[in-house]
């Protein structure tokens, strides 16, 4: 659907001059004015998200991964996984590479807006406590799902999604995945941290054995924000490119991210146990065999999708340079 105009603009002729009457664009001085204003608006509002999010990061004790060798070693190991899977969504672009510039600026987005979800879910949970399982689940799917898929595609909006290189549908995938990468990573991060400051540590190696431990853990769980994500970020670069259903495409982008989330988040204790009932396996290496075999199934889905729009690409590109290449050769009236 076209961009719906007024009934002036339908039938005025190419030379009206409709400026201020059925169009506008910044002419004068006082529209100059007002197109600053609007501009300095938007840049306030955006470093106002990121310093209280900023704020909000030290207040929780996020910089300890910065500050503590240890912490930051043992971070810097379990977001590994979702940083391979998030060079492989990367990769596996068709379009022309996104610049390392956006792409550090999405990550660090994602570890800033990844607070915001610390923030909102530790206040919602007492909501659902005293429901037993019902209330984990539901805790589950109307806050940590939605919220966390919500901050996560707030990072690419806040940034990579105004660039000039944001110029595919593709490219949300990608930025969504980057995104994950970085809420993966300060999640780590405060999990590693909270099991390093738990009363049973002890210094030397048996702390290192704790960190280990988690960190484990975590790596197994940190593929899955990059797969989230990047199925949100799929649907914000179709957004961009369909803005009259801009919304409802956004939307269906967070349901779907949000679903899987929750669905992990709330069978990973019950499949872990049944695969350990099964197989004779401890908790970690059915937990593992059960984040594969989950991760798996949607990270096919996701590069299905993927690989269908790099088909779709290179066969509309391919009629293209075939379209030219006809037209070149095509004799003209000055041919002999």
Same mark, same amino acid.
């Given at each position: ?166 110029? +595919?549908?593709?490219?949300? @995938? #990608? ?6 990468? %970085? $809420? /993966? *990573?300060?999640?780590?991060? !405060? ?70 989330? +929750?669905?992990?988040?709330? @069978? #990973? ?6 695969? %350990? $009932? /099964? *197989?004779?396996?401890?908790? !970690? ?52």
């Amino acid at each position: 659907m076209s961009r719906r105009r007024d009934p002036v603009e339908e039938r005025a002729g190419a030379d009206v001059d409709l400026y201020d009457i059925a169009t506008w664009e910044p002419r004068g001085v006082l529209d100059g004015v007002a197109s600053g204003i609007y501009r300095v608006f938007v840049a306030s509002t955006r470093l106002f998200v990121v310093g209280v999010a900023l704020l909000i990061l030290i207040g929780i004790g996020g910089l300890s991964a910065l500050t503590d060798p240890q912490i930051g070693a043992l971070t810097l190991l379990s977001a590994l996984p979702a940083l391979a899977l998030a060079l492989y969504v990367r990769r596996s672009d068709v379009t022309s590479g996104e610049p390392l510039s956006v792409l550090v600026a999405t990550f660090l987005l994602g570890v800033l807006t990844a607070n915001f979800a610390a923030v909102l879910n530790s206040y919602s949970q007492g909501l659902f406590a005293g429901f037993g399982f019902l209330g984990t689940a539901l805790f589950f799917y109307l806050v940590v799902g939605p919220v966390e898929e919500t901050v996560k595609l707030l990072a690419v909006r806040l940034y990579a999604y105004g660039h000039d290189r944001f110029e +595919a549908v593709l490219d949300g @995938t #990608v930025y969504g995945a980057v995104a994950g990468l %970085g $809420f /993966a *990573t300060i999640e780590n991060a !405060l999990y590693i941290t909270q099991s390093l400051d738990a009363p049973t540590a002890t210094a030397g190696l048996g702390l290192i054995g704790v960190g280990g431990g988690i960190t484990a853990v975590r790596a197994l769980a940190g593929p899955g924000h990059v797969i989230y994500s990047a199925f949100a970020g799929y649907y914000l670069g179709l957004a961009k490119f369909n803005r009259e259903h801009r919304g409802p495409i956004i939307v269906k982008g967070l349901i779907v991210a949000a679903l899987i989330h +929750a669905t992990y988040n709330t @069978t #990973v204790g019950i499949g872990t146990g049944l695969i %350990g $009932f /099964a *197989t004779g396996l401890g908790q !970690l290496p059915s937990f593992l065999l059960y984040v594969l075999l989950y991760d798996g199934v949607f990270g096919f889905v996701l590069f299905r999708k993927i690989r269908r729009y790099n088909r779709t690409y290179r066969t509309v590109h391919d009629d293209e340079r075939a379209e030219e290449s006809a037209f070149a050769s095509e004799p003209t009236e000055f041919d002999p």
